[in-house]
């Protein structure tokens, strides 16, 4: 039997931990995390890492499993997490990949260029002038630096620039030089699925789950993480926000609202992702029976 790599992915909020869960007791399998947002042992509620009633249903790698102190860049993602695959796979014969970081599983799977190592200074140097004069200013620079690169991506999206950026500036060349490198081969085949999920209704979890988290203690965990606040790990939705109201720049209710729609763009950029990059995945029901699940794993 050959060693298979099924991959889950999908917007946030659409059931993939759920899903992952159901996939991983029909085959016995365990679960791998590409979230890079549930790494950090810190970011537990503003990240939605599955509970210790999941993880002990099924064993889960790579979550919590970092300081937000000692970041994971996509690069060491993808050492570690095919070294542990192929331990695994020593012993076993399917696992499962999940999260919506498709960058991060798009390393896992097929590879990702090798860059320069950005430090943790030029990151949160970029991260204030961010958060000071807006991505436009990130957005310029990166044009001049790196045009090629600036017409073939999403320069919507922050980190995306703020990562093709740093790497112009601290190699001193640009970001789209290192690209379309030869890629090692895998030891395993891949067995791509994606959840479907109607965007109306989508958009509706994704604010019952910050309503969800607010209740939960988002602003004690925020609170926590304040005296940290630029450190690359928590430049992201549901911090980000929180920082501003404890900033005074906005009202908790503005913030609420801010995380909701940021997030909702998130999970709008991550369909976006899944459509480009994702597009021989098999789409799968968020509430697929199981039957339909089990019609649409490998034989």
């Not at 509620?45 to 002990?56: D, L, M, N």
């Not at 050492?79 to 014969?93: C, E, M, P, V």
């Not at 620039?161 to 789209?176: F, T």
């Not at 995380?259 to 799968?284: F, G, L, P, V």
Request: hydrophobic residues 35%; charged residues 25%.
């Amino acid at each position: 039997m050959n060693k298979t790599l099924i991959t889950l992915s999908g917007p946030t909020a659409s059931g993939k931990t759920s899903i992952a869960i159901r996939i991983a007791k029909m085959l016995g399998a365990e679960i791998f995390s590409c979230d890079s947002r549930q790494f950090y042992e810190e970011m537990t509620i503003g990240t939605s890492v599955p509970t210790a009633a999941e993880r002990k249903e099924v064993p889960h790698h790579f979550i919590q499993h970092k300081s937000i102190h000692t970041p994971l860049s996509v690069g060491q993602f993808e050492f570690d997490a095919i070294d542990t695959l192929s331990g695994y796979f020593k012993q076993n014969y399917i696992a499962i990949l999940v999260g919506g970081s498709g960058l991060y599983m798009h390393a896992v799977v097929h590879g990702i260029d090798q860059l320069p190592t950005v430090s943790e200074e030029i990151h949160s140097s970029l991260g204030k002038r961010l958060e000071t004069n807006g991505l436009e200013d990130l957005q310029k620079e990166l044009q001049t630096l790196d045009p090629d690169h600036f017409e073939n991506m999403d320069i919507k999206n922050p980190s995306r620039v703020l990562r093709a950026l740093s790497v112009c500036l601290v190699a001193g060349k640009p970001y789209s030089s290192f690209l379309n490198q030869k890629k090692p081969p895998r030891p395993f085949k891949v067995h791509p699925l994606t959840v479907d999920i109607p965007r109306a209704l989508l958009y509706d979890l994704i604010n019952d789950r910050v309503d969800q988290m607010i209740n939960a203690g988002l602003l004690l965990e925020a609170e926590r993480l304040y005296p940290h606040r630029e450190l690359n790990a928590l430049q992201t939705v549901g911090y980000k926000e929180i920082f501003d109201f404890f900033d005074k720049n906005i009202d908790l209710d503005q913030a609420i609202a801010q995380i909701k729609q940021n997030t909702r763009h998130y999970a709008k950029r991550q369909m976006t992702w899944i459509r480009r990059k994702e597009s021989n995945a098999q789409k799968i029901s968020y509430a697929c029976t199981d039957e339909e699940l089990m019609s649409a794993l490998p034989n």
